[in-house]
């Protein structure tokens, strides 16, 4: 294929991308608890410089190892904020930025270590995924986390491309991965177990070792920033290795209905999901598919081919993959093995289909792939949460319910952070219990005549709760109390 015609499917592809990743952002998928937390912070940290979570104006809620997505996520959104004001689509811009810029850096890698097929291969069965969309478009750290990491891969294969001698790629790779660990406890815990025994396996290749120090110590600077940001004291720190681990695996609980399982038995529901489920039995053909991959390059007699990229990311998976299994078993969980794994499945198959003799079998096999990107685009655009034909209300009727309020007048939310999304201004209190982790804001504050409105769950037992000062208004799952009556105020 000439040079002419791949830029133009290049580009063609890209196109799509765009437009996938932007059609309906602001409205699909609705917001979320985990999405609001995270603006919020991103919003005090535009409007007052502080990173944690307005309670009251002047006040804030500091997460320390609680929060599960960090600077390299909320910082965009801030700047976003900054600069454009509040609402939704300033909140998801930058995540719309990172979702391209994950589609860049897949070609990228693809291309520089498989080729251009497999490359294209690879960006469209991405972009034909729909939790891309579902866990991409949120402000959240999946994606993020996953640009720094896939970011960190291509510089390793660059800096092993020279021989490992060239300090800039040394540098890139791991400022990369560093910012792929400050993203979120997942990738904190995994990358700083998986990179230095990487190094360990690689160390004879790598003539000068002070470049190991250099990756390593450019390694160390994002996560260094992500203490200073959230443990501002000591005493903060005591309680983060448990903290991260409960939080990077989400087991505050062993079922999905919140409810504690034996460990046995949380494995065994979780182990089942991947032959009974739709999208584990997906990860799991993909999983298969990449372990014969690897075990092809890997036991051959020359490993040259084999990368320590590709030995980082494939244990990424693989350990992503055994953390899911004693969480709680919400997708989202293993999400960025499953994206992962698009890397590897189109060489996966083309290996494969090399060791088939016989040539109609083979052309078989060869386009499991194209079958696959077809099936997942019919998913995409007609089954899926965020498919053409799903309208999600919650969106614009928070923002049409909350753009009537004047900045003058103050706003309590009660446990419904992500309609603070469409707050305009920020006179506004909250209080948040979360999961049982944590409680922020007062929660008394619901009984308050102080307040012009406040914002609930449609909850009867909050009608019950608030003053009869106030009409109630229902829309979505919300009640929206507006103050009408001249009442004493009382706190």
Not at 221 to 245: A, C, G, R
Not at 309 to 327: D, P, Q, R, V
Not at 408 to 422: G, I, M, R
């Amino acid at each position: 294929m000439n040079t002419k015609k791949e830029k133009i499917i290049l580009f063609s592809i890209f196109i799509l991308a765009i437009f996938l990743i932007t059609f309906q952002y602001t409205d699909t998928p609705r917001v979320w608890i985990d999405e609001g937390v995270y603006t919020s912070i991103a919003r005090s940290v535009a409007e007052s410089g502080v990173f944690g979570l307005q309670t009251e104006p002047g006040s804030f809620f500091q997460f320390g190892a609680l929060l599960t997505t960090n600077y390299p996520a909320i910082f965009p959104v801030a700047a976003s904020i900054k600069l454009l004001g509040t609402g939704v689509w300033q909140a998801r811009l930058p995540m719309m930025l990172y979702m391209f810029a994950l589609v860049i850096i897949f070609y990228l890698y693809t291309k520089k270590k498989y080729g251009f097929y497999p490359a294209i291969l690879s960006v469209l069965m991405l972009i034909s995924f729909s939790p891309f969309y579902g866990n991409g478009r949120p402000v959240q750290g999946e994606v993020p986390g996953l640009v720094f990491l896939c970011l960190g891969a291509v510089m390793l294969l660059y800096f092993e491309g020279t021989n490992f001698e060239n300090k800039k790629f040394a540098v890139l790779a791991g400022l990369s991965l560093g910012l792929a660990a400050a993203t979120k406890p997942i990738y904190l815990l995994l990358l700083c177990a998986i990179l230095p025994l990487s190094l360990f396996f690689w160390i004879k290749k790598i003539k000068n070792k002070k470049n190991i120090l250099i990756l390593l110590l450019a390694f160390i600077v994002p996560i260094f920033f992500w203490f200073v940001i959230n443990f501002p004291t000591l005493d903060s720190i005591t309680k983060i290795i448990p903290t991260m681990i409960l939080q990077s695996g989400n087991n505050s609980a062993s079922s999905l209905s919140g409810t504690s399982l034996p460990l046995t038995e949380t494995v065994s529901a979780n182990l089942f999901r991947f032959v009974s489920e739709s999208t584990p039995i997906l990860f799991t053909f993909l999983f298969i598919a990449s372990i014969f991959f690897f075990g092809l390059k890997y036991f051959k007699k020359d490993k040259s081919d084999f990368s320590i990229s590709e030995f980082i990311l494939f244990f990424f998976i693989l350990f992503n993959w055994l953390g899911y299994l004693i969480g709680t078993g919400w997708y989202r969980y293993f999400f960025p093995a499953n994206i992962l794994l698009y890397l590897f499945f189109p060489i996966a198959v083309i290996a494969f289909a090399k060791t088939i003799s016989n040539g109609y079998v083979k052309k078989i096999a060869m386009l499991v792939p194209a079958v696959l990107i077809l099936f997942q685009f019919y998913h995409l655009i007609f089954l899926s949460d965020t498919s053409f034909f799903v309208s999600y209300t919650r969106n614009i009727t928070l923002f049409r319910a909350l753009s009537a309020v004047s900045p003058t007048q103050k706003v309590f939310f009660y446990n419904s952070p992500e309609a603070v999304v469409f707050l305009e201004g920020n006179n506004y209190s909250q209080y948040i219990a979360f999961s049982g982790l944590f409680e922020a804001g007062d929660k008394n504050a619901l009984t308050y005549t102080t307040n012009d409105f406040i914002l609930t769950g449609n909850d009867p037992k909050y009608a019950d709760v608030v003053s009869p000062c106030y009409t109630k208004k229902e829309f979505d799952r919300y009640f929206l109390f507006q103050k009408t009556i001249n009442c004493k105020n009382k706190k």
